[in-house]
């Protein structure tokens, strides 16, 4: 009677947790049980391991019982990423693969039924759950994944990652005495660079007048404001929001292996054999660069959020240290955006299920973009547009879409209006995205040196301490507040922008002028309602 332990991990949201895989083999009726809350991806592998083993020309024990527990058993296993470590348990407690070997490695990998290695999703998240692992104290092995999935893998800084096409590629590595083929180890492959003209295809100087919609855009990538942007069609709310990628600072090591991970994970089997480095750099930039994400208005809840069983990331998550677009705000399903309160709040997204629980970040800047009515040319002041032909319950529906707890979660709601001809057949004038960006980059600097985060990310101690107000501010402020009837949350993300103003012009106490531009930020659908249009007074 054989026994042997193969070590392999299973992911549950952004961790790896490790997993032993115990095969025994015993007399008795032949047939492979697998033990240890395993799915039906990971139950079907007897079938693929079999004919795998068998079409290989490897030792597969036809008259004996085959027992395959994955321990903990407590802790579901999902994916088919166990494939490879069942089979090599079975031929190691034959006695055909040195056991010694095995315990210096951790395996994962899907068989096909003639053997070869198919790639895996999440293949960053198990090197990055070793490396975490090995931060603590731990031993740290050798990771050996099929080719696709090694050199995404790769990316781990101080790891070994050993790749191989086929099941026998394995077998003779880790054959009793090292007579073997050592394995190859795999290198990651980065996509080059983006060039000067790619980089320059989405610039503010493309934009034609504007001034306060770009200085919105200035602000919130200063201090990670999310951003609504209300306007008649084609004033350019899209092409502003486009642009704001842009002005954000390039992701840090730790930032883009985050984000590979959480790609990694949501990675379509088209997507696995590309490998997520590949499919982030589909985005703006490309690798590197802050992600994009910008989904219909006719995704559902858990395309947005994140859901399913297993729990994958949804866009928001998928957007993390980037920017999620929302065109066509009102057109997105209401139950959709009111899942995204309390993500705007905590900056994470935990998925649960009657057997398990997920947490993905999602940190991403929000930038959004909506009409102000049904057919779009509410309040329009461009001479020789179309009139508004809304009735006011219309347009009170249309805006009512839009509850008052999520609007009140946005910090910066701006009015855009259609520049004029003139305007438009200039040529480009202004900043350019790379000057805009190098202020961003300065005042995010100030801000994790003052306080060790992003101003969006201040909480009501941390703004007493960090956004000092003049004596003339605070009584403005005070004032504003009555004047406006502003909710306590509506009041902090006042001062959390008029914060990020104070830093972009380098000054100290956030004065009255930082307070009455960070209040004309606010106003959006009530610039509207000012003019005698938009919200009845009992929708508002």
């Known amino acids: 009677m054989g026994l042997a332990v193969v070590h392999s991990r299973t992911i549950e949201g952004l961790t790896a947790e490790p997993v032993q895989v115990e095969v025994h083999l015993a007399n008795g009726l032949p047939c492979l049980n697998l033990v240890g809350l395993a799915d039906t991806a990971v139950r079907e592998a007897r079938e693929r391991v079999r004919s795998a083993l068998v079409h290989s020309g490897l030792g597969y024990p036809m008259n004996q019982r085959i027992t395959v527990s994955l321990a903990p058993a407590a802790l579901p296993k999902a994916s088919s990423r166990f494939d490879l470590p069942i089979a090599l348990g079975i031929l190691a407690a034959q006695g055909l693969l040195d056991e010694r070997q095995l315990q210096d490695h951790e395996f994962a990998g899907e068989l096909s039924l003639a053997g070869e290695l198919r790639p895996v999703d999440g293949a960053l998240v198990l090197a990055l759950g070793m490396r975490r692992q090995a931060q603590h104290g731990s031993g740290l092995r050798r990771l050996v994944l099929p080719e696709g999935s090694a050199q995404e893998a790769a990316l781990v800084r101080g790891l070994t990652v050993l790749q191989a096409r086929h099941l026998v590629d394995v077998v003779q590595a880790l054959s009793p005495g090292g007579t073997g083929v050592p394995l190859k180890r795999a290198v990651p492959a980065l996509p080059a660079a983006p060039s000067a003209e790619q980089a320059a295809v ?31 069609p084609g004033t350019g709310k899209s092409m502003l929001a486009q642009r704001l990628p842009g002005l954000l600072p390039p992701l840090n090591e730790d930032e883009m292996l985050g984000c590979a991970a959480l790609h990694s994970l949501a990675a379509s089997p088209a997507g696995r054999r590309a490998g997520a480095v590949a499919v982030m750099s589909h985005g703006l930039g490309g690798w590197g660069s802050r992600p994009w994400r910008a989904p219909h208005h006719s995704c559902t809840p858990a395309a947005l959020i994140g859901g399913g069983n297993p729990p994958r990331p949804g866009e928001i998550s998928l957007a993390d240290h980037g920017v999620l677009f929302l065109d066509e705000l009102p057109e997105f399903p209401r139950h959709a955006l009111e899942a995204l309160r309390e993500p705007l709040e905590t900056g994470h997204v935990v998925i649960s299920r009657a ?68 305007d438009l057949l200039r040529p480009p004038d202004g900043e350019d995205s790379a000057s805009v960006a190098q202020r961003v980059a300065q005042a995010r600097l100030r801000q994790v040196a003052r306080q060790g985060c992003l101003n969006a990310e201040l909480d009501a101690a941390g703004l007493l301490v960090h956004a000092r107000l003049e004596p003339s501010a605070q009584a403005f402020a005070q004032r504003a507040a009555e004047r406006l009837g502003l909710s306590g949350r509506s009041l902090h993300r006042v001062l959390r922008v008029a914060r990020t103003l104070a830093d972009l012009a380098e000054a100290g106490p956030v004065t009255a002028g930082h307070l009455a531009e960070a209040l004309q930020f606010r106003r959006g659908l009530l610039a509207l309602q000012g003019r005698g249009v938009g919200l009845a007074p009992a929708a508002a």
Do not use: F
């Open 202 to 232: 989405m610039c503010l100087r493309d934009i034609r007048g504007q001034a306060e919609g770009k200085r919105a855009l200035e602000v919130a990538a200063a201090g990670q404001h999310s951003l609504l942007l209300v306007g008649p």
């Open 355 to 422: 057997a398990r629980q997920a947490r993905y970040p999602c940190r991403a800047l929000l930038v959004a973009a909506m009409n102000p009515c049904p057919c779009g040319w509410l309040g329009s002041r461009q001479p020789g547009t179309p009139a508004c032909r809304c009735t006011p319950d219309a347009v009170a529906r249309y805006q009512g879409r839009l509850s008052g707890p999520l609007l009140d979660r946005i910090d910066l709601q701006l009015e855009i209006t259609a520049a004029a001809p003139a």
